[in-house]
């Protein structure tokens, strides 16, 4: 390859850059028709300009993206074998030399190793290039009006290898793919950053992006000064797309690394929503009828109440169940009272009708949707759990002992931020149940009302809560588990997500103070174009 340096020392940054296909297939000074000129020389000498050591060529026609991707591993290999460290290294790719760049990642499988995919991720890479799996930290950046390339989000959330940190970008410099032909510091500048290691920076602000009122209103809420801290994650997606994603405060308070945007958190009651879905599958397969009694799948259990609380008292919280031993606090269907044990229940009569236990189950209908990061506890595939933490009598922070203590079906699945926005896609774009039945799991059912400790007076429908208020429809839930706050919030006219977790517990005893972070950012988001007009 060819070398704009010849002299290294490891204690400098490498950039490997690969151009677009345009300058592979046509002589460097030709014109694009709609495009113009490409800057291939401008591009390496602004990044030479900020010091960096940059490697690259132009490449013969009809290059073999996998094979030289291939050769591009052999060198980074080189510098790695000679001293230099993965996190000095970045691989930056425009178009096919994206594509090149995500071979390599792929390749490489080095979560050290820091890559820029520019203008490089199309709608259907997800099935046609089965063998891309990002790795190491990648920076996706796009151009809003380049309708071909557009987010590399479902590529990062389909791949399998260990990504060490993902962001997004959105430019609106309306010039379309030509966008990458020229040396735009739009592009250039937050790839210089990345390369530098400034993962934590936040982009949107020095970008022309739509909504950045939106990024900056919350960055400065979550980044302002205060005793007790938002910790842990939060994004707003639209369409697929990142509209907003930042990490605050450290998965371990007991070491200074920084949070992966592919940690995982526990979910508290989100996990409803999971459990509700697998009992309506079993619906809509004839399995299960929602207005018999429940003793019919469950003919173990003694009580008498068995034969009066059907399935849809459990889906609603109006069965009046407090124990399995004891008689019911109130006639079924009668009033609501929110609850833990009826969503195990329903697990309990989803594993009798389809012959599969509740993990086995859930691992299938979590795989239907791509969501890799995601567990039911008991099948110990996680490997990116971040520790737990309540504040205790004294104000300290303690590691928690008793975040499993939930039944799984109501509040202990495993997730990360990007896979409840991959959840709310596939949920509510009818990728799981029909329409009839996701209809009737996010109507208000009759007097399935909550007086809620966070928002009030909150209208259920089945394993979810469902607002319309202020003529914005609003779906989801907030989750609650000791050392973990979570909240997962879908917007459908505009396909809007909002998503904040947390492992850290202030004020466990207050929850309304505890949940003041996300309380406050739905808030925010509600008020926002965002929700109320769309892009």
């Known amino acids: 390859m060819f070398f704009i340096f010849s002299q ?8 490997f850059f690969l151009h677009n296909k345009f300058i592979e297939e046509n002589p460097l000074n030709d014109a694009h028709p709609e495009y113009g000129k490409a800057d291939y020389y401008q591009i390496l000498y602004a990044f030479k300009r900020k010091g960096f050591q940059v490697i690259s060529e132009l490449r013969p026609k009809n290059t073999d993206a996998r094979l030289y991707a291939k050769r591009v591993v052999g060198q980074i290999d080189s510098l790695v074998a000679g001293g230099a460290n993965g996190s000095q290294i970045t691989v930056i790719g425009t178009s096919k030399g994206g594509y090149i760049a995500q071979f390599v990642s792929s390749y490489l499988k080095n979560r050290d190793v820091n890559y820029v995919f520019i203008g490089s991720c199309g709608e259907e890479d997800v099935t046609g290039i089965p063998d891309i799996n990002f790795s190491g930290n990648v920076l996706s950046i796009y151009e809003k009006s380049d309708l071909g390339m557009q987010s590399c989000q479902n590529m990062r959330n389909r791949s399998e290898n260990v990504t060490g940190r993902f962001k997004e970008i959105e430019l609106s410099t309306g ?24 993962y934590g920076t936040d982009y949107n602000k020095s970008l022309p992006l739509e909504g950045a009122s939106l990024s900056e209103k ?23 797309a990142s509209k907003f994603t930042k990490v605050y405060g450290r998965p371990s308070l007991e070491n200074d690394d920084e949070f992966k945007f592919d940690d995982q958190f526990v979910v508290g009651s989100i996990s409803k929503q999971f459990t509700s879905v697998l009992l309506l599958r079993e619906y809509e397969k004839g399995h299960v009828k929602l207005n018999v009694p429940i003793k019919i799948y469950l003919p173990e259990l003694r009580q008498s109440w068995a034969d009066t609380v059907t399935v849809h008292h459990l889906l609603t919280h109006m069965h009046g169940i407090n124990s399995l031993d004891k008689p019911l ?40 949707c791509k969501m890799y990061n995601t567990f039911h506890p008991d099948t110990k595939g996680y490997q990116n759990l971040v520790v737990g933490y309540t504040e205790d009598e004294n104000g300290s922070l303690i590691p928690e002992t008793r975040t499993f203590q939930n039944f799984v079906a109501a509040g202990s699945f495993i997730s990360t931020a990007q896979d409840l926005a991959t959840w709310n896609m596939c949920l509510h774009e009818g990728k799981l149940l029909s329409a009839s039945t996701y209809k009737l799991m996010t109507t208000k059912q009759k007097n399935a009302v909550r007086n809620h400790p966070i928002f009030g007076v909150v209208e259920y429908g089945y394993g979810i809560t469902v607002d319309s208020h202020e003529d914005v429809l609003q779906l989801g839930q907030t989750g609650f588990s000791a050392g973990f706050i979570s909240m997962n919030f879908y917007f459908p006219k505009t396909k809007t997500s909002i998503i904040a977790l947390d492992n850290v517990v202030w004020d466990e005893n207050n929850l309304k103070s505890a949940f003041q972070y996300h309380s406050e950012l739905l808030k925010m988001i509600r008020e926002s174009k965002l929700v109320k007009k769309g892009y």
């Open 329 to 368: 606090a109130f006639k079924p269907g009668t009033q609501y009272a929110y609850s833990q044990i009826g969503y195990d229940l329903l697990a309990r009569i989803t594993e009798k009708t389809s012959g599969k236990s509740f993990a086995v189950q859930s691992a299938e209908l979590f795989r239907k």
């Open 8 to 15: 290294f020392t490891h204690a400098q940054h490498y950039v």
């Open 175 to 198: 010039l379309k793919h030509g966008f990458l032909f020229k040396a735009l510091p739009q592009w250039i500048d937050p790839a210089v950053k990345w390369a530098k290691r400034n």
């Open 218 to 240: 919350m960055d400065a809420f979550l980044s302002a000064p205060t005793d007790k801290p938002f910790n842990g994650i939060v994004l707003v997606s639209q369409n697929g």
